[in-house]
């Protein structure tokens, strides 16, 4: 991949979509990779050349949230992650 804004853009929908989703738990959901990994794989294939599977993509979503986790990052996660998966 290698478009790392429209990455960002993809998964600030996705978190908008995912909270909606889970309303009642105000965002809360343990398993979140795989409900962004479903959400997000076709739509990364389509905007950015995502070339991995929906398993690849739940990897990198959980090494992501601990990397960034460690980082103590001032950056937003959406940035974070997004410059990381473009770079796959």
Request: aromatic letters at 14%; hydrophobic letters at 50%.
């Amino acid at each position: 991949m290698t478009d790392a804004t429209a990455i960002e853009g993809l998964l600030e929908e996705a978190a908008t979509a995912h909270h909606a989703a889970f309303v009642a738990t105000d965002g809360v959901d343990a398993e979140w990779p795989l409900w962004y990994a479903s959400y997000l794989v076709e739509r990364l294939r389509d905007a950015a050349g995502f070339t991995g599977t929906r398993s690849e993509l739940v990897y990198w979503l959980v090494r992501l949230d601990k990397e960034y986790g460690d980082a103590d990052s001032a950056i937003p996660w959406p940035r974070f992650y997004a410059v990381r998966l473009a770079g796959l």
